[in-house]
Structures are given as C-alpha cells and as structure tokens.
C-alpha cells in the first residue's frame, strides 16, 4: 500500500483534500482561513442581538420532535439571563439522544428571530463533561469540499504546522530590506490570531504576515516562470538574420509607414530572430494598431534566411483576412502564401500540406488546421499565434514543435496590464505597439436604452443613404427563452423589414465557409451596407468604410469583446461610433463594464479595470493550463510586483539553493511543468 503523502489523512480524506488541491503538508500549512469563530469567551444568551454569532453554555429544558410546518427537532436551552431555541432541520437518533433535558451544552451559532422566539438552526455544539477550558486563540473556519469537514482540516493543518518544514526559504538581506516577517510566525499568526481582537483590529493585525505571504507566492511565480524563460533560451533555434532584400522590398510597396512603435517593436523581433536561441516574445497593440504588418516582417525575415513561416490565427475569419492581407502584400514579391483551414475542400488541403511539407511554400497561414498530425514542416524556423490567449499552452506550443526549435511570436489586441505582463509573463519578452497609425479618428461610444431601438435604426437607415456602412452585432444565433436575446437571425428579419432599401447581409459560426466568405467579401465590396452578425467579427475584420458599430445586449458581452468590437469601426478617416444598445434592469456587474467602456478608448486602461472586476485566473485564462494562479496576492499592488520580480532575478544570481527549496514549497512538484 502507498504511503500518505499527508500523515494522519485516511485514503478517503486524501481524495478530498487533492480536491482541493492539497497534496502534502506544506500546501496544508498554506491553506489559510476564510474567516474566525470567537469560542474563546462565553456570551449570555440574553446579551446577544440578532444577527450575531457567538457562543453560549446552556442546559437543556426540553427537546422534542415537532412535525409543522415540516418535521423538526427543537430544543428549548436556557442560561441563567434567558433562554434560547436550537432548532435542527436535518437530525440524527445520535443527536436527540444526547439533547436530553439537563444536559449541558456548549453551543455556537448565528442567532435569529423565529416563531419561537430567538433561535439558533443546526448551531455547532459539543456536550460538557465537567469543566471544559476555552480554547486560547480564535477557530478558524477553512475552505473545504463536500465530505470533508471543519474538524479533520482543523486537526491536519495544526499537525502539518508542528510538523512540516517552516524554516526561511528568503536570504537574511532580502527580508531585512524588504521588512517582511519571518516565514514561521507569519504562517502561524495567520491560522491562529490572539482573541480579543475585533474585525477591525484583526484585519490590521493580520496585514504584514498576509503582505509576507503574498510576497512569497509572487516570488514562487517569478522564479518558476524565469527558470522556464532560461530553460527554454539554453536550447538551441536557427539563426533568422536575413539580407533585408525582402522585408525592405515590402517596406517600399506599402502605401502607408511604419508608426515610430511599430519600428521599435520589428527591431526588437528582428535582433531576437538573430539569435541562437529561441525568440519568445508577446508583441500586443491595441486594436488597429498594425501587429499584422510587422508579422508579415517577421515571416519575411524568416524566408530571408532559407526557413519557413507560420501564422495560426484562432477563427477562420481572422486567419482568412491574414491570409488575403499578406498574399496581397507579397505576391508582388514573388511569394506564394498558403491557406490552410478545417473547412478547405479535401484535394486543395492535401495540395497545400503536400508543398508545405516539401518546403516549395515557404508561407502557411490557417487555423487550428496548422497543428494537425499529418501536417509537417520542411525547414520550420519561425511559428507566430494571433490571438494567443484564445489558444490552449499545448495548442501554441504544438505549432511550435513542428520545427525542430522555431522562434515563436504570441501576438494579442487585448492588451495585458503591466503587473499582470509582470507576473503570468514573466516568461516572455513582451514588445507593445502603443501608438495607433495616423489618419484614425477616435470612435464615440454611446449608450442607449432598448427603448430607444427604433431611433438606432433610423440612424443607420441615415448612414448607410449617405454611402458609409454599419455592424450590426447579436450575441446568440438560437433561441433562448432563458435569456430573451434577440438572434441574428431573427435580427436580420426584422431589419430587412424596417430598412427595405438598404442591402442586408448576415453572418455567424453556422454558416458553411463559402457562405461566409461570399457576405464579407460584399461587405468589403459596399455590396452590402449593413452587416447583422454574430461575434466571429470580433477580430479580423477590417472594411474603413464601415463606421457604425451597433451592440444588441451590450450589457451579455465582457470588455474585452465590446473593445474589440468597437475596434471594427475607426479605420477610416469618417468620423465613426459604437452604440451600446442595453436592457434594464442592470445587474452591478454589466453596469460597472458599461461604465468603463463608454469612459475609455485606451486599450490597456481598459485592461487593467478588466483585471481588477474579474481577476487574473479570468483575465489570462487558457495559458494559465498548469501554471499555478495567484491565490493571496493581490496585482494592483504594483509596488510587490516589482519587490518580487527583483527579489527573483537577485536570488536566481545569488542564491540558486534557496530558490529550489522556495520552489519546493510552493509549487512542488508542478515546478518541473513550468520548464516544459
């Protein structure tokens, strides 16, 4: 039988606690409380209000099972200042059998009014034999799954602390120049305040060991990420260093320059492909800030150097706009770009996997097609992911691994706060493009009331007569009485009725590719003026023409998508808006996104409030597959960051020892996952 990797935990308290993800002593003593039970003092029952929990000793009066309204057990207790009724919904023969009249008690709970009078339902008690001491310090209450209570953790967690290994994992110098608390007291103070203190006093007790704590976790996160940045800079890549006969033959057809941000950044690409290791950079822009001809750039560099280039974007939509902007921007240079994608009829997909795999392509864009088993690479050095939040770690580094060692580039147009860049991407360089190209005009968002539809379709009967086109956007395609959403579909007829002289065209998800392709090729022609669609516009769609972005349910969609949506108009030089149509009530939520998105149009302004309504785990989401998530720091504490990220390359320098035992403690064996 395999040993316990925590003492003193059966197999099936074992199961629970992995639930929780707590596998050794040293992640129990790091399962700190929710909150505190005060059982270090007696309260009279006639000294409490409702609403308050405290904890009593009584003795039974009378028990019995009562059966209106429902079958209950209730007991009458009293003190010598009053009396109270304990009332249990649920209830065990064990539990009557004890509550027996003279019976005392110890009994703790949350006092309300009832029919009886104040009563307690399914209070925590315990029956007294003789005289029972209080307990010295505060209970705490942890978090914990179905099966697994508050005793056994209780019991498990003091053990672990007397137990596991709490010696400093930090260097002397940096706790003395950071003013942290030490480890042990830090940990323990935290599971086991003094009594006596108040919700108030105990927050303010409690902050330099919880500082400590969450310090520790940005420093566990710093140091795994920058092992794996190491890790991966000692492995060997094709040096891409070409003769500039391409890249500047593009730079000179292009009908428009380079922004000074989009320079800076393809120089920043430019000395990372030169290199002898792999390029690992996130280069993020706002929306329509360029990311996609500095790509082209980066591909081309590639070619330059006898290798081949790839570009996977997460729709077909985005990854067909990449396709026909890039083959138009090269095809003059005599460079065929191949389009690869799930919907491609089956011949001309085998065509194309056929000269990729013999290196007579050098280009390939597509979707997740890219990653497929039969698709194979002659010379692969450089593999770029648009969108990359929308992509699984293993789905970008299967791109990747389909070159002995490429270079890879993430490139995203939802812009990363700078604490989050600091922390989830310390494995990363990361390059922004933070200017948008010249001749953009600012978009003005407007919110409107549903009530107000009717005005919104007169205003884009009126644009669309003046020539300029318009989005229309739904947020479902079926039917949902759950929701009332309005679909697309239904969208479409009922615009098609109110606006009979205008040109309609509609797109979402379930239309056959060819159908798809054929409405925003329209589109893009001005033979469709307004386009009723679904969010697979999100990214990818470019038409300056277009300069009216209707939102249906604005109040269903994250920030994240209403900025990029908003991202489809504002190409042109036409003065253009995003109306945010909404339904009342408004929950507190869609209220507070409504407010950021109509108060700001920077991109990283936006992020950042993003991050703060719905935290990292949300915001970072599929790269986040086996990396740990913050659970005690806080990333609007700019100022930890920064100490941790310090901390972290200083102690790497200095103290290679106490970075694995630090490691070792927080990560444990999911330190090794980071390096992969």
Known sequence: MAKQTIPGATSLVAEKLKTLGLHTQADLVLHLPLRFEDETRITPLAATMPGESAQFEVTVASCEIAYRPKRQLVCRVEDHSGELMLRFLNFYPSQQKVLQPGARLRVFGEVRGGFWGSEIIHPRFHVLQGDEALPTALTPVYPTTAGLGQATLRKLIARALAEADLAETLPPELTARLKLKDFAVSVRSLHAPPPGLDAEALVMYQKPYWQRIAFDELLAQQLSLRQAYAARRARGAPVLAGDGSLTQRLLAQLPFRLTAAQQRVWCEIEHDLAQPHPMQRLLQGDVGSGKTVVAALAMLRAVEAGHQAALMAPTEILAEQHWRKLAAWLAPLGLEVAWLSGSQKKKDKLAAIAKVGAGETALVVGTHALI?????????????????????????????QKGAQSHQLAMSATPIPRTLAMSYYADLDVSVIDELPPGRTPVVTKLVGAARRHEIVDKVRELCGAGR?????????????????????????????????LKIGLVHGRLKPDEKAAVMAGFVKNEIQLLVATTVIEVGVDVPNASLMVIEHAE????????????????????????????????????ARLKIIYENND??????????????????????SGLPLLRFADLEDAVLVDAARSAAEEMLAQWPAQVERHLARWLAGRAELLKA
């Open 556 to 591: 269903r969609f994250g920030l994240a998508q209403l900025h990029q949506l908003r991202g489809r108009v504002g190409r042109g030089a036409a003065e253009s808006a995003c109306i945010l149509l909404y339904e009342q009530p408004l929950s507190e939520a869609a209220r």
């Open 372 to 400: 497929e088993e039969n698709v194979e690479f002659a010379r692969l050095g450089l593999a770029i992911v648009d969108e990359q939040h929308r992509f699984g770690v293993r789905q970008r580094l299967a791109l990747k």
């Open 603 to 624: 991109g990283f302004e936006i992020a950042r409030q993003d991050l703060h309504l719905r935290g990292p785990g949300e915001f970072v989401g599929a790269r986040q």
């Open 469 to 501: 086109q318009a989005y229309w956007v739904c947020p479902l395609i079926e039917e949902s009485e759950a929701l009332q959403l309005k679909t697309a579909q239904e969208t479409f007829e009922h615009l098609t009725t109110e606006l009979p002289g």
